[in-house]
């Protein structure tokens, strides 16, 4: 799909998120955020546990209203949810009591497609991620990687022109995530669609993405790093880990990131 306007897929421009506490108190999780990702872009968040980065990713999905600044889809402000994206949760939201094929079809009845089109197109898609022998099976017959498949042909059965993805991978085993790292390059790489992914993971932040955002420790997180990241494409998750440019991208960052982790995990220290 094309985007004459050329306007950012996702724009965030000075955005404050304040929530309200017990006793009339409140908390200030992010501040003075400014984020664009182009249409076809791979951008992933990084940044210390509690640092708001899925705070940002609710507030581009529009699942959550800033106090302040806008938020922009393809030069639009948001009124309610963003409907040009899809969103993928750390846990699955599959449905136990229908099969795959099931799960991955009822994502177009709002769009009024009929049932045997969506099933015909379910199917498709199953086969995509590589889950076509699955098709009748239910959520407890499927591994946690056969799951999360299920899962991500469900959000991309829609079309979604922005991808919002909050640590999809993050229950699953290494082997199985580096898996599923190169499954999501290569649905990406087939139709570039804008994607904003969190995660705690910077090697697979980097082994992904196109830029990686780095957020400092909370509350009153802000971005405090914006980095190219410059290796070559097609990659292979798990080979561009041993790419000379992979480590000196990774200490870079690092350099950067690890004072923030430091902080929080000081924070925690002090707490307890």
Not at 150 to 156: E, F, I, W
Not at 245 to 250: E, L, Q
């Given at each position: 799909?094309?985007?004459?306007?050329?306007?950012?897929?996702?724009?965030?421009?000075?955005?404050?998120?304040?929530?309200?506490?017990?006793?009339?108190r409140?908390?200030?999780?992010?501040?003075?955020?400014?984020?664009?990702?182009?249409p076809g872009?791979?951008?992933?968040?990084?940044?210390?546990?509690?640092?708001?980065?899925?705070?940002?990713?609710?507030a581009?999905?529009?699942?959550?209203?800033?106090?302040?600044?806008?938020?922009?889809?393809?030069?639009?402000?948001?009124?309610?949810?963003?409907?040009?994206?899809?969103?993928?949760?750390?846990?699955?939201?599959l449905m136990?009591?229908?099969?795959?094929?099931?799960?991955?079809?009822?994502?177009l009845?709002?769009?009024g497609?009929?049932?045997?089109?969506?099933?015909?197109?379910?199917?498709?898609?199953?086969?995509?991620?590589g889950l076509?022998?699955?098709?009748?099976?239910?959520?407890?017959?499927?591994?946690?990687g056969?799951?999360?498949r299920?899962?991500?042909?469900?959000?991309?059965i829609?079309?979604?022109?922005?991808?919002?993805?909050?640590?999809?991978?993050?229950?699953?085993?290494?082997?199985?995530?580096?898996?599923m790292?190169?499954?999501?390059?290569?649905?990406?790489a087939?139709d570039?669609?804008?994607?904003?992914f969190?995660?705690?993971?910077?090697?697979e932040?980097?082994?992904?993405?196109?830029?990686?955002?780095?957020?400092s420790?909370?509350?009153?997180?802000?971005?405090?790093?914006?980095?190219?990241?410059?290796?070559?494409?097609?990659?292979?998750?798990?080979?561009?880990?041993?790419?000379p440019?992979?480590?000196?991208?990774?200490?870079?960052?690092?350099?950067?990131l690890?004072?923030?982790?430091?902080?929080?995990?000081?924070?925690?220290?002090?707490?307890?």
């Open positions: 799909m094309s985007h004459a306007s050329g306007e950012p897929a996702v724009s965030l421009s000075g955005i404050d998120i304040t929530f309200a506490l017990k006793g009339g409140s908390y200030r999780a992010v501040q003075g955020i400014d984020l664009a990702v182009r872009e791979f951008v992933a968040i990084v940044g210390p546990t509690g640092c708001g980065k899925s705070t940002l990713l609710n581009s999905a529009g699942l959550l209203r800033a106090s302040a600044g806008t938020v922009e889809a393809f030069g639009a402000p948001l009124k309610g949810l963003n409907a040009r994206a899809g969103y993928l949760f750390q846990q699955d939201a136990p009591w229908k099969t795959a094929l099931a799960n991955v079809a009822v994502a009845e709002p769009k497609i009929s049932a045997r089109e969506a099933e015909t197109r379910a199917a498709a898609w199953l086969k995509r991620v076509g022998a699955f098709a009748n099976s239910y959520p407890h017959m499927m591994s946690g056969q799951r999360k299920v899962a991500l042909a469900q959000m991309l829609r079309d979604p022109e922005i991808l919002l993805m909050d640590e999809p991978f993050g229950p699953l085993d290494a082997q199985t995530r580096q898996i790292g190169n499954l999501l390059l290569k649905l990406w087939d570039r669609k804008a994607v904003l969190v995660t705690h993971d910077l090697e932040a980097i082994a992904l993405a196109d830029r990686v955002v780095v957020m420790a909370g509350p009153a997180a802000t971005i405090i790093g914006d980095f190219a990241v410059t290796l070559a494409r097609p990659r292979d998750t798990s080979e561009i880990r041993l790419d440019d992979f480590h000196r991208i990774y200490k870079e960052i690092w350099s950067r690890r004072v923030e982790v430091q902080k929080t995990y000081a924070d925690l220290e002090f707490a307890s």
